[in-house]
């Protein structure tokens, strides 16, 4: 069984605070184990702290901000000194069915239903399968593995790191992750999440999107501001930001109104529901600089010029550093 670490320490002066492992249902599938099983056998070769997500790449999920993208993470662990906690260590996610209801309440889902009605959805735990309540996370010893696997922390030291499901999806692809601060872009971002039933934060539909998670004014810039942030490289989420948009999904209606979407939405003219940003959004939005006036002043770029520049267009992560996601990560098998 074949998987991929990447190890705890410094990248950069960035403090990564746990081991991270990838690990593809492929891998798990051929070993003849079940998914617990291959949690608690990559466990037991890793020393410290770690996470363990094990990846669905044929299945689909949403970021924060209601974009539908390819691969899903659909159990996460958590070990510590090569065991899991056999009462909250283990977390499965929630395979979600598509359905016309759920997608007239989760309008954002057009984008499955157009684009791969025929895939698996994975996105959070059911309530019923959580053992700690609040928060989708799972514990063991030091690490913790919260969000539905994209956020880990050293729980005794405190330090931790935001790995987003596209930077994630980027080291089981391949590609280029940027390493660095997370920001004030990013800590605004993150709350301008979609209303889901199972979501990766909240296991309930709440924040709608054009409304905030977070609600605290010009305070949100700084929730993230200096924790170390792993995500991928911005022409990945300008590409699939933008093929939301060409399924018919309007930022702050179906889609969250974050800065990235809103920049996306403003370079290529592209509808916006101003009436649906609510003023808590946007008070966190004026706070970074989007404003109502930074937003009505479009560009019509095309997809293709927006994708190319897509490094000046998109705000993001602070002091970043771009890395092929293979030299980060170690290859191993058990």
């Given amino acids: 069984m074949k998987y991929k670490v990447l190890p705890g320490g410094d990248i950069d002066n960035k403090i990564i605070p746990v081991s991270v492992v990838f690990l593809d249902v492929k891998e798990i599938e051929k070993s003849g184990l079940s998914q617990d099983d291959a949690i608690r056998k990559v466990a037991s070769t890793i020393e410290g702290p770690a996470a363990i997500n094990i990846f669905d790449m044929d299945a689909v999920t949403t970021t924060s901000d209601g974009i539908v993208v390819e691969g899903a993470i659909v159990r996460m662990g958590a070990s510590d000194n090569g065991k899991v906690n056999n009462e909250f260590g283990i977390l499965p996610m929630q395979e979600i069915t598509l359905s016309d209801e759920l997608v007239e309440k989760e309008p954002h889902l057009k ?36 969000n539905s696997a994209t956020e880990m922390m050293n729980i005794i030291t405190m330090d931790e790191v935001l790995f987003p499901i596209l930077g994630q999806l980027e080291c089981m692809h391949h590609g280029d992750v940027l390493v660095g601060l997370t920001g004030q872009v990013i800590s605004v971002g993150i709350g301008m999440t979609v209303a889901e039933m199972y979501g990766r934060v909240f296991p309930h539909p709440q924040f709608e999107a054009g409304d905030t998670a977070h609600g605290s004014g010009a305070y949100a810039k700084t929730l993230k501001q200096y924790i170390p942030c792993i995500v991928c490289d911005k022409k990945v989420i300008a590409r699939l930001t933008i093929r939301a948009l060409q399924c018919g999904c309007v930022p702050a209606r179906d889609i969250g109104c974050s800065p990235v979407v809103l920049s996306i939405a403003r370079a290529m003219g592209t509808p916006i529901d101003f009436d649906r940003i609510t003023p808590a ?20 770029m095309t997809a293709d010029e927006v994708i190319a520049h897509a490094d000046e267009i998109l705000p993001g992560v602070e002091q970043a550093k771009k890395y092929h996601a293979d030299d980060l990560l170690v290859e191993k098998e058990i």
């Fill in 111 to 146: 984008q499955w239903k157009k684009l791969f009605p025929e895939k698996k959805m994975f996105r959070g735990p059911n309530p019923k399968d959580k053992k700690i309540p609040v928060h989708n996370v799972v514990i063991t010893g030091r690490a913790s593995n919260n």
């Fill in 281 to 300: 959004a946007q008070a966190e939005l004026d706070s970074i600089g989007c404003t109502r006036e930074w937003m009505k002043q479009t560009s019509h």
